[in-house]
């Protein structure tokens, strides 16, 4: 009994700092230092939150920017991979019919060559960015059903293509749910 009670009050001093006292400083310290990430980088036009920045969306309509395949079809809950290899049929039957579609959307003949990003789906499900390769390929086709010429369509891309992290990790790259609104901000 002796050991008891000294026990118990290390036990109930390290409960209350590392159960209450550590995550309320590291929750104070995040908002304070990173609002935006702890806030989940929410993209919000005039008040509306239209999205998260990190977080893909589904866009199918032929007026918007196309973003990566998703085999969970957007939704965060689940998020994943197919973990389909590449000698699945299913994976190349999905792939196969990508291209058809895009190729069919882009009035593009079977021989030419699709950006990758636009084929396969990430490892998440959830990838939010495109390369600016991909969103330069849709420019023909967003201008057409818009009326825009393509200049001012891959004038928008160029001016959301974010650069590597720190000048080198990582590839340029543009997020598709931000390029959609600002391309419904300055376009019909």
Do not use: C
Not at 29 to 52: P, S
Not at 56 to 61: E, G, I, P, S
Not at 162 to 183: C, I, K, S
Request: glycine share 8%; aromatic share 8%; no cysteine.
């Amino acid at each position: 009994m002796k050991h008891f009670l000294p026990a118990f009050r290390v036990f109930l001093f390290l409960s209350i700092v590392t159960g209450l006292v550590y995550p309320m400083l590291m929750t104070a310290l995040g908002h304070a230092l990173f609002r935006n990430q702890v806030d989940g980088q929410m993209i919000k036009k005039a008040g509306v939150v239209f999205g998260a920045k990190p977080i893909a969306q589904k866009f199918t309509a032929e007026k918007y920017f196309w973003g990566r395949p998703s085999s969970i079809d957007y939704n965060p809950t689940p998020s994943g991979g197919s973990n389909l290899g590449p000698t699945s049929e299913v994976l190349k039957k999905a792939v196969n019919d990508r291209a058809a579609n895009i190729r069919k959307s882009q009035g593009l003949s079977a021989t030419d060559m699709i950006p990758q990003d636009l084929l396969f789906a990430s490892g998440s499900g959830l990838d939010p960015d495109i390369s600016p390769e991909a969103a330069e390929f849709q420019s023909a086709r967003i201008a057409r059903v818009r009326g825009l010429e393509v200049a001012q369509v891959k004038k928008i891309i160029q001016a959301h293509v974010l650069q590597p992290d720190l000048g080198f990790l990582g590839d340029p790259r543009v997020n598709v749910l931000e390029l959609n609104l600002a391309l419904d901000e300055g376009a019909p």
